[in-house]
T-cell receptor
Framework: GAVVSQHPSWVICKSGTSVKIECRSL??????MFWYRQFPKQSLMLMAT?????????EQGVEKDKFLINHASLTLSTLTVTSAHPEDSSFYIC?????????????FGSGTRLTVV | GNSVTQMEGPVTLSEEAFLTINCTYT??????LFWYVQYPGEGLQLLLK?????DKGSNKGFEATYRKETTSFHLEKGSVQVSDSAVYFC????????????FGQGTELSVKP
């Protein structure tokens, strides 16, 4: 149980285009989702927290207009990288809090490898 | 602010060796502590967790004890296997601060046969 499906698993796009990454909770309702970015051989950096039906809360230094997060339903959150550039190439991972486990349950998507050329 | 510090990798061990990966934290509030494992090209999997002082989390032969007095949560395994080769992340969350997970920098473990 408590599975988050993340798509696509990898994407290559041209510089200047936009890319959308989706995370769906398959068997539970995800009120809160977190979006992380991971550089090669580095840790996960929290980008933003999205709550269903409200605006996302971005971490300091993360460009809101570049990384658009939408959490329009209890089972879907999306991250859109707008006007992508090579420096946006990274591994993006979503995570959802799992209800029924208090504050202690988190499940992760399998990640999206974005390459901007 | 909240932060997690792990020992730097990579750590290279022979099969059946003893493993320790150090993790210390700073937190405003009372954190829950976690260890996650990431295999190449994959997302994160929860390895174990502890929610209060002196709790011991354990799974698949791995253990970690929540030490409030030393603000530590070191990961240990008595006998590692080649299949344990992965990157290990220590993390914390504080419930009244949005519940977001804060990760350490990760420690790469390589186990040789």
């Amino acid at each position: 149980g408590a599975v988050v499906s993340q798509h696509p698993s990898w994407v290559i796009c041209k510089s200047g285009t936009s890319v959308k990454i989706e995370c769906r909770s398959l068997d539970f309702q995800a009120t809160t989702m977190f979006w992380y970015r991971q550089f090669p051989k580095q840790s996960l950096m929290l980008m933003a927290t999205s709550n269903e039906g409200s605006k996302a809360t971005y971490e300091q230094g993360v460009e809101k207009d570049k990384f658009l997060i939408n959490h329009a339903s209890l089972t879907l959150s999306t991250l859109t990288v707008t006007s992508a550039h090579p420096e946006d190439s990274s591994f993006y991972i979503c995570s959802a809090r799992v209800p029924g486990q208090g504050g202690y349950g988190y499940t992760f998507g399998s990640g999206t490898r974005l390459t901007v050329v | 602010g909240n932060s997690v510090t792990q020992m730097e990798g990579p750590v290279t061990l022979s099969e059946e060796a003893f493993l320790t990966i150090n993790c210390t934290y700073t937190a405003t509030g009372y954190p829950s502590l976690f260890w996650y494992v990431q295999y190449p090209g994959e997302g994160l999997q929860l390895l174990l967790k502890a929610t209060k002082a002196d709790d011991k989390g354990s799974n698949k032969g791995f253990e970690a004890t929540y030490r409030k007095e030393t603000t530590s949560f070191h990961l240990e395994k008595g006998s590692v296997q080649v299949s344990d080769s992965a990157v290990y992340f220590c993390a914390l969350s504080v419930e009244n601060q949005g519940g977001k997970l804060i990760f350490g920098q990760g420690t790469e473990l390589s186990v040789k046969p």
